[in-house]
């Protein structure tokens, strides 16, 4: 495995946390979800149903930068599982971390809501589906992204992206 970073990103239901944790796994990686850097208040606004703001993610997306930058400035590689929805989300990630790889989780609206009425014990409601949906800028070809198709095992996306990330 090199020291490139890796984003693996996409809307809630995607499979990010478990993609990315297995993913962290398969190649040696520290492994960090974003979610788990999200300040309390943004957590509650997104329990109530509320819609992030810009405003609201930017500490939250400079936290994941800077964990980015800790981990590669320590020469460690590491996977980021985070929704970094809008280019300008991933641009700012890569401030942390310049030679950010990006693997997307593409999912279509009706099996990210299926995913997400099973899903308990988290504190993301699932009505924000949609909004996530029309926030979101599938990464462009300058970009270099990994897409895959969330109708694949998990087995099967950490296959295919780890093969991709190291050849």
């Known amino acids: 495995m090199s020291d490139t970073p890796v984003l693996v990103m996409g809307v809630s239901g995607s499979g990010k946390t478990t993609i990315g944790t297995n993913l962290a796994l398969r190649l040696g990686a520290a492994f960090q979800d974003a979610d788990d850097l999200h300040p309390a208040a943004n957590r509650q606004k997104m329990h109530d149903g509320v819609p992030l703001t ?64 099973h899903r308990a014990g988290h504190f993301f409601n699932p009505v924000l589906l949609d909004s996530q949906l029309a926030d979101l800028e599938v990464p462009g070809p300058d970009e270099h992204p990994i897409i895959l198709p969330v109708t694949l095992s998990p087995a099967e996306l950490v296959d295919r992206a780890a093969t991709a990330l190291t050849s």
Do not use: H, M
């Open 54 to 117: 810009d405003a609201d993610r930017e500490p939250w997306l400079r936290a994941c930068a800077q964990w980015l930058a800790d981990q590669t400035g320590d020469g460690r590689p590491a996977v980021l599982a985070c929704s970094a929805l809008k280019r300008r989300y991933r641009d700012l990630l890569r401030d942390g971390a310049p030679d950010l790889r990006t693997v997307y989780l593409d999912g279509d609206r009706r099996l990210l809501t299926a995913r997400l009425s």
